[in-house]
Structures are given as structure tokens and as C-alpha cells.
């Protein structure tokens, strides 16, 4: 899979992208991430890609220009299957969103600053809007992190164990069950006796009434 991000401040994605689980992904090639400074695209040799907003009011905002020419210089070399734009306004991102993404083959995800970016970019080139949640963030990296890992971790090979992707909370609209390790006994706090026992049904028993358990307490909302 190729993600390409299209940001005015690349090196704040940098470091999300060097270690771990994304970074095997890259090792095995399995994702691949290109990183795009929107200056390169500047109107100006002073890398102005924003200005003023029509009808006054503070912040900037982003340009037709650069953007339209970066996007149709990306769209040369390859056609993307979904243009994003992360925004707050956009449609709230969730496991099920991560795993359609993780079937594509290209992205490319744009990432605002200041006040956002021109509407008319909206309309004639996003595919879709994510939102990671009901705050502003100063620019859309933060959020553009966060939707490649959970997308990048679902590429099958990225996980050691493929199936461990699948008992995440969310993949059946319930919340993980608890987990240990050892010592069984720590500070006198014990382990559940039914995970020591090593009977592979009851535990997966125990592990689905734990996980509704908690679905039901804490997020009720997902049953
Ligand atoms: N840009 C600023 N805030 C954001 C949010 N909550 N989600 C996605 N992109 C953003």
C-alpha cells in the first residue's frame, strides 16, 4: 500500500513512521510513505501556500494553488483510490473506516494548518473527510498519524501474529478483554485462575464474557 501525505509541516510525521509496527511495515515493504512538504508547491520563492480569508477574520488559510498543483502532480504518477482531507468537521474515524482503508492500494491524505484549506479543494478533489474526534488540533498531522497506524497495522503481514489484529476492541463492536503476564501472583494480586488452567475453550469463554462485560459497562453505546 502507498500513502502519501501532503502536509506544510512533514517533519511533525517523521518520527510516527520510524519505529515499531510502522516500521516493519516499511521494512517488509508492505507500506510505503511518501512524505510531501506543500512548499515545494509554494506560489512564491517565498513559499507562501496561504493567505487571508475572504470576508475577513483571523487565521490563514491555504491555497487553491499549491494544493491543486501538488495534487494534479501526484495524480500524474498514479491514480489514488481515496484523497482525504482531515479536518473536525469531517465524519469521526473508527475501526471500520481503518479496515476499508486498509483494502486500498493508494492514498493520499492532505493535512490543513491555520484556519483550514480552501473550500473549492474540498469540493473538487477530497474523496473524504476524517475527523479523529470532537477537538482542534493545530494542524491535521497529528490526525494523519493516527489514521496510518491504525490502517498500517492492519496490512496482513505487518502483526507477528495476523490474528491478534482481529481481537482488537472495535473488530466486533466490543472492547478487548483484560490481559496479563507473569507473575501469576504479584503483590499478592492474582491472576484469573482459568487463564493458568490452560483449557483453550474456557478461556476463550471467559475472554467473551469479559469482553461484553466491559462493552456493556464502559461503552454501551457499541451494543
Ligand atoms: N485537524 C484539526 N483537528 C482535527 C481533528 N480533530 N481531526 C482531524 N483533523 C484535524
Known amino acids: 500500500m502507498q500513502i502519501h501525505i501532503l502536509s506544510v509541516a512533514p517533519e511533525l510525521l517523521e518520527s510516527s513512521f520510524a519505529h515499531s509496527i510502522l516500521k516493519r511495515a516499511k521494512e ?42 501538488a495534487i494534479e502532480e501526484l495524480q500524474q504518477e498514479k491514480k489514488f483510490d481515496e484523497i482525504i482531507y482531515m479536518t473536525p468537521d469531517g465524519k469521526t474515524f473508527n475501526q ?7 483494502l486500498k492500494e493508494n492514498i493520499l491524505i492532505i493535512c490543513g494548518h491555520y484556519k483550514g484549506i480552501d473550500e473549492r479543494i474540498r469540493e473538487h478533489y477530497v474523496t473524504m473527510e476524517i475527523s479523529i474526534g470532537d477537538y482542534v488540533l493545530s494542524g491535521g498531522e497529528l490526525a494523519a498519524a493516527v489514521v496510518v497506524d491504525a490502517i498500517g497495522r492492519l496490512l496482513p503481514g505487518v502483526l507477528n501474529d495476523e490474528t491478534s489484529a482481529l481481537t482488537d476492541s472495535f473488530q466486533d463492536n466490543l472492547l478487548a478483554p483484560p490481559v496479563y503476564t507473569r507473575p501469576a501472583n504479584f503483590n499478592q494480586w492474582q491472576v484469573p485462575e482459568i487463564l493458568l488452567q490452560g483449557d483453550p475453550k474456557k478461556i476463550e469463554e471467559w475472554r467473551n464474557e469479559q469482553s461484553l462485560k466491559r462493552t456493556q459497562e464502559r461503552r454501551p453505546d457499541l451494543l
Open 28 to 69: 517488509k515493504g508492505l507500506l510505503h510513505i511518501h512524505l510531501h512538504n506543500l512548499r515545494k508547491w509554494a506560489i512564491n520563492k517565498h513559499g507562501q501556500v496561504d493567505d487571508y480569508q475572504y470576508g475577513g477574520g483571523a487565521g490563514m488559510v491555504i491555497m487553491c494553488e499549491p494544493l491543486a498543483n
Open 96 to 102: 471500520q473506516t481503518a479496515n476499508r482503508l486498509s
